[in-house]
């Protein structure tokens, strides 16, 4: 398709277990960005990802947070022993690069921790 | 410590009337400013930026204010349809960065 690709839509697990979310970008674009946002909340950074380069992942929350971005790619976005304060909705974005682009966002994920 | 804040979380307008969003930042480093707007279930879409060596972008019915001594912008929508309803983020970042800082969104209603 023409837009950010994100799967699941929507993901209810229990509490403790591992999740994973999937993120396929625009064609062409070099630079990849996960955000969270929780009920009230404008959008959090949690990672990026730009070309070859090291990923910056200061905006993981925990080491429960990881995320890989493979063959420069898809991205996919692991949750270990996830946490009720988990539940948000996680947008992945993409863009040309990151000198004043503006970023194209999938429809996110709707993650619910029971 | 909030760099972007929309203290706005709600505003309503009249159908062909102006909506006016607001939007504040706290630093001076910001040069590039950004409008999205999201609906339920979808994801923000781009709707208009701004250059801080700009005060003043139009396209179309979308206009946006940079105030850069007040640390300030706004979105002005004329005339505001019913379909401009939805939520309202403005975001910030300086040259040389990725990060982008969001606003916490206001959410835009038109009365028909």
Request: some cysteine; aromatic content about 12%; glycine content about 8%.
């Amino acid at each position: 398709g023409a837009g950010v690709s994100q799967s699941p839509s929507n993901k209810v697990t229990e509490k403790g277990k591992d999740v994973e979310l999937r993120c396929d970008p625009i064609s062409g674009h070099t630079a990849l960005y996960w955000y969270r946002q929780s009920l009230g909340q404008g959008l959090e950074f949690l990672i990026y990802f730009q070309g070859n380069s090291a990923p910056d992942k200061s905006g993981l929350p925990s080491d429960r947070f990881s995320a890989e971005r493979t063959g420069g790619s898809v991205s996919t976005l692991t949750i270990q022993r996830t946490q009720q304060e988990d539940s948000a909705v996680y947008l992945c974005a993409s863009s040309l690069d990151f000198s004043n682009q503006p970023q194209h966002f999938g429809d996110g994920t709707r993650l619910s921790i029971l | 410590d909030q760099q972007v804040k929309q203290n706005s979380p709600s505003l309503s307008v009249q159908e062909g009337r102006i909506s006016i969003l607001n939007c504040d930042y706290t630093n001076s480093m910001f040069d590039y400013f950004l409008w999205y707007k999201k609906y339920p279930a979808e994801g923000p879409t781009f709707l208009i930026s701004i250059s801080s060596i700009k005060d003043k972008n139009e396209d179309g019915r979308f206009t946006v204010f940079l105030n850069k001594s007040a640390k300030h912008l706004s979105l002005h929508i004329v005339p505001s349809q019913p379909g401009d309803s939805a939520v309202y983020f403005c975001a910030a970042s300086h040259s040389g960065t990725y990060k982008y800082i969001f606003g916490t969104g206001t959410r835009l209603k038109v009365l028909a």
